[in-house]
């Protein structure tokens, strides 16, 4: 593949360009004066705000809904694409591969991106997204002017210094410091060159291209391989999976374990929000960032999208809420900071309506997901979201809700407190129907990684 010289290209478009990564460089391509144009599958939030967004020589992005290769505008100079456009439409795929214009996928940009900069890349199954955010907010604080990839959208309280908008998955800093989320999918990350790599955690995910758990682990180890020997990986010792990735590898290790701040006072409830801190806060330290400093800018870091996002209230008083976790160890983390704000001894009932992400995730970790929700007191279960993936019938909404009750009953619960949907609207009529026995002490959570958060868009009218 020939080197790409960013400075020559005057016209982008974008493959995918509603997915919650690669809209970052979309707004990268704009900030940068580049004309921006694109496709997406769908209809989205991300797809609304991308289509506000101009420069003098633009107003707004040009974004068409159905993808073709007709939709490549002929004076484009370089084609960015989502990688799971191989699975969901392949002839696209070939089309663009087998062209005359440049392409490079999503990952490739940030490897491209990350090359001049000193980069600081946060990886891990869970929690990169809140650390990455994290990083950012105690950089731009104390004047360090990062730039930041994530995969969210969080407030922006320099709007000038960016594309205008106050929630973005991209702010254009002055400096050489880049931070940036980097995900592990297909390898994904293996791009990315860092100076300093924070590793939260290893778990096992994404098993629809990954064999197993080692195979995970080879790939986060190949990554911590990438860091040089004057950089820096930061970890937790104590986690045996992340502990092997590390043996061997050329860059100096940081453990941010020994940064955790029990006492640390956080908007953002849970023991895995005060994780992220810690790492948040070895990263500062190696940047010789003050730990008093770091903590009193994490003390005031509003959260991300679509984790524990406050939605509003509805007119009987039951609380509305959106959260992203679609994994089980994320579903459980995020219930227990529920707990904290909302517990069963002050008479709180949390209700949980959850999309499952993917087939291949919720077959290959059902028992996972069936002990994940104890702390809901009723959890509904919309329809899998299929994403990239093909229905085989061996996996439903229905079996994950009976698994869901079996594990209350052998946990000495005999409630079957869980039920699934054949759709959205049967849902939200169900909903409906309880609104009348819920009031102020209860909490509704749409949560996943696909659309749920539509059922609190009907809620809240």
Not at 13 to 40: C, N, P
Not at 129 to 150: E, H
Not at 282 to 291: F, M
Not at 397 to 413: F, T
């Amino acid at each position: 593949m020939q080197d790409l010289d960013l400075n020559t290209i005057k016209n982008v478009h974008f493959i995918g360009i509603g997915g919650i990564g690669i809209s970052a460089i979309a707004r990268m391509m704009l900030h940068e004066g580049k004309k921006v144009t694109g496709q997406d599958m769908q209809e989205g939030e991300i797809v609304t705000e991308l289509r506000k967004l101009g420069l003098p020589a633009q107003t707004g992005i040009d974004i068409k809904i159905g993808q073709s290769y007709e939709n490549i505008p002929t004076d484009t100079d370089l084609i960015v694409y989502t990688i799971a456009i191989d699975k969901y439409d392949p002839e696209l795929a070939q089309k663009i591969k087998s062209g005359d214009i440049p392409i490079r996928s999503y990952p490739e940009m940030l490897g491209i991106i990350s090359q001049d900069k000193y980069t600081i890349a946060v990886s891990g199954t869970h929690g990169k997204t809140t650390t990455t955010a994290m990083i950012a907010k105690v950089l731009g604080d104390c004047g360090k002017d990062p730039t930041m990839i994530v995969g969210s959208l969080v407030k922006n309280t320099d709007p000038n210094r960016s594309d205008g908008q106050m929630r973005t998955n991209f702010i254009a800093g002055k400096s050489d410091l880049l931070v940036v989320e980097a995900c592990e999918y297909r390898r994904s990350f293996l791009n990315i060159n860092p100076k300093i790599l924070v590793i939260t955690n290893i778990d096992s995910d994404h098993l629809d291209y990954y064999k197993d758990i080692e195979d995970i682990k080879n790939a986060f180890h190949a990554m911590a391989m990438r860091v040089p020997s004057d950089g820096f990986v930061v970890y937790n010792p104590a986690d045996p999976n992340v502990a092997e990735v590390v043996k061997g590898i050329n860059a100096q290790v940081v453990n941010w374990q020994e940064y955790f701040n029990a006492d640390l006072k956080l908007k953002v409830p849970g023991i895995h929000n005060k994780k992220d801190a810690a790492a948040a806060c070895a990263v500062a330290d190696i940047l010789k960032i003050s730990t008093e400093d770091v903590e009193q800018y994490l003390a005031e870091f509003p959260g991300t999208w679509k984790r524990f996002e406050f939605r509003g209230k509805l007119s009987n008083g039951t609380l509305l809420y959106d959260d992203y976790a679609h994994h089980p160890t994320e579903i459980m983390a995020t219930l227990e900071g529920f707990r904290e704000l909302y517990s069963k001894e002050a008479g709180w009932k949390i209700t949980v309506v959850f999309q499952p992400h993917l087939f291949s995730r919720t077959k290959l970790l059902l028992d996972d997901f069936a002990k994940s929700f104890s702390d809901a007191d009723e959890v509904l279960i919309l329809p899998i979201y299929y994403a990239r993936e093909v229905d085989d019938g061996t996996i439903s909404s229905d079996i994950l809700a009976n698994e869901i009750n079996r594990a209350r009953g052998r946990a000495g619960n005999n409630t079957n407190n869980s039920k699934a949907f054949s759709s959205f609207e049967e849902l939200e009529k169900y909903i409906e129907g309880e609104l009348s026995n819920m009031g102020d002490k209860d909490v509704i959570v749409t949560m996943g990684a696909g659309e749920a958060s539509k059922v609190g868009d009907y809620l809240l009218g």
